[in-house]
């Protein structure tokens, strides 16, 4: 019977974990893109305010500022595909040589564990290191477009066209961030699921913690508070 319960080397409580570690990803990643509208997420109310800046990107001459701020959004972009580029590499340097891991968990005295199962936990993160790097790349490419639809903003506040690029901007802006966004909390499950080498139970505290903080930052934090002011519609 208890094998019915194994899939290769993970165990019942390795699967467990392994199912609240993605369940937990993708929940908190849709309550802070789909909040309760009397309870706004700090990445939902950021929405209203890149919206605002593209309509103050209209009037503003010269607009050295806000090509500033675009560069700042895309270099932030790079250093984090950059990072998620090495640690990639690292992950799969250590699954093509777990024989470290495995003294490592002698010193800890962790037990023995199969060769494939510390292959699978370090594979967990890569995976997550994976996405966190695709949507970095993809963010960094819709903050270009971004800037081109910023630059096709006329001048002229009176111009019919004014406003509506600026909307599209914003929209652009606002895709952008999200990618930016979903590649940071990537990044952070794929902190959390490295402490799946410690056991599954040291796994599932991790994810406890890492939804935990998530949570806070987007919901309950001083910084959401400080936004709620003054509100941009």
Known sequence: MSTAFHIGPLGPLDLAALAVLVTAWLWIGWRTEHPPAHRPSVGKMMEG???????????????????????????????????????????????????????????????????????????????????????????????????????????????????????????????AAKSFNRGLRAVYFALASLAWLLGPWALLAAVLFTTAMLWRREFASTSRRALMENLPQ
């Open 49 to 175: 305010y890149r919206r605002e800046w593209m309509r103050q990107l209209v009037t503003r001459q010269p607009r050295i500022f806000d090509g500033a701020m675009m560069d700042g959004l895309r270099q932030s972009t790079t250093f984090f595909a950059s990072t998620a580029l090495i640690a990639i590499g690292g992950g799969l340097a250590l699954i093509g040589n777990p024989e470290q891991l495995t003294g490592l968990a002698q010193d800890f005295a962790l037990g023995e564990s199969p060769k494939l199962l510390w292959e699978t936990r370090i594979l967990t993160a890569v995976l997550f290191g994976a996405n966190a790097f695709l949507k970095f790349v993809w963010s960094h490419r819709l903050f270009s477009y971004a800037a081109i639809a910023m630059a096709a903003v006329p001048n002229d506040p009176a111009d019919p066209l004014a406003y509506p690029r600026a909307e599209q901007a914003a929209q652009v802006q606002i895709n």
